[in-house]
């Protein structure tokens, strides 16, 4: 994989640094692209929580395009320590969180804070991407009522769910790689 980088905003261009070992599998460029496209402008603002964050490379993007806050969680010290790296690298060093913590213990505790986007990109073949949606599906507040969550999977791990609080909507298909679109549903109104 070649080097990652921050493709538009204040930090575009700036290089990232990869996690020591073979732990994750960042986005590559194309699929980042293609999903801040999806996002556009509605990214500005939001507050953003980027799951099993890895070299942080969605969130910071998020950040250098605009959002009002990021929270990253990983718990890989190298991955935590990587995402540190690469803020300093950016420059950013307001409205951020950055977490040494199980994603899963996080999810399963009370909401601190309601996120407009939650990215998840576990690593792949070990169904943690389902236990993750399953795990927002059972505490739906992590979310603000228009929210969405996006699962990142290699396309094979794909697999419909049984949710009670989450619709998936759409899903996009970039070589190997998926992307699976979640949102809060609807209350019916009366």
Same mark, same amino acid.
Do not use: C
């Given at each position: 994989?070649?080097?990652?980088?921050?493709?538009?905003?204040?930090?575009?261009?700036?290089?990232?640094?990869?996690?020591?070992?073979?732990?994750?599998?960042?986005i590559s460029d194309r699929v980042k692209e293609?999903?801040? #496209? $999806?996002?556009? /402008?509605?990214?500005?603002?939001?507050? %953003? *929580?980027?799951?099993?964050?890895?070299?942080?490379?969605?969130? =910071?993007?998020?950040?250098?395009?605009?959002?009002?806050?990021?929270?990253?969680?990983?718990?890989?010290?190298?991955?935590?320590?990587?995402?540190?790296?690469?803020?300093?690298?950016?420059?950013?060093?307001? #409205? $951020?969180?950055? /977490?040494?913590?199980?994603?899963?213990? %996080? *999810?399963?505790?009370?909401?601190?804070?309601?996120?407009?986007? =939650?990215?998840?990109?576990?690593?792949?073949?070990?169904?943690?991407?389902?236990?993750?949606?399953?795990?927002?599906?059972?505490?739906?507040?992590?979310?603000?009522?228009?929210?969405?969550?996006?699962?990142?999977?290699?396309?094979?791990?794909?697999?419909?769910?049984?949710?009670?609080?989450?619709?998936?909507?759409?899903?996009?298909?970039?070589?190997?790689?998926?992307?699976?679109?979640?949102?809060?549903?609807?209350?019916?109104?009366?």
């Open positions: 994989m070649s080097r990652l980088r921050v493709i538009s905003g204040t930090a575009r261009g700036r290089k990232l640094s990869l996690v020591p070992g073979d732990s994750t599998r960042p293609a999903l801040f #496209n $999806i996002l556009g /402008l509605e990214i500005n603002g939001a507050k %953003v *929580l980027d799951l099993f964050a890895g070299t942080g490379s969605v969130g =910071i993007e998020a950040l250098s395009r605009g959002a009002a806050f990021v929270r990253f969680i990983d718990r890989n010290r190298l991955a935590i320590n990587t995402v540190q790296q690469n803020l300093a690298t950016t420059g950013f060093t307001e #409205n $951020i969180n950055v /977490l040494q913590h199980d994603a899963f213990a %996080v *999810l399963a505790s009370p909401p601190d804070l309601h996120f407009d986007y =939650i990215y998840v990109a576990p690593p792949q073949f070990h169904d943690l991407w389902k236990q993750a949606i399953i795990a927002l599906d059972k505490n739906p507040d992590w979310l603000v009522a228009d929210g969405w969550v996006i699962a990142q999977i290699d396309f094979k791990e794909y697999e419909a769910l049984p949710l009670n609080n989450l619709d998936e909507f759409d899903q996009r298909k970039y070589g190997n790689t998926r992307l699976v679109f979640y949102e809060r549903k609807q209350l019916a109104d009366g």
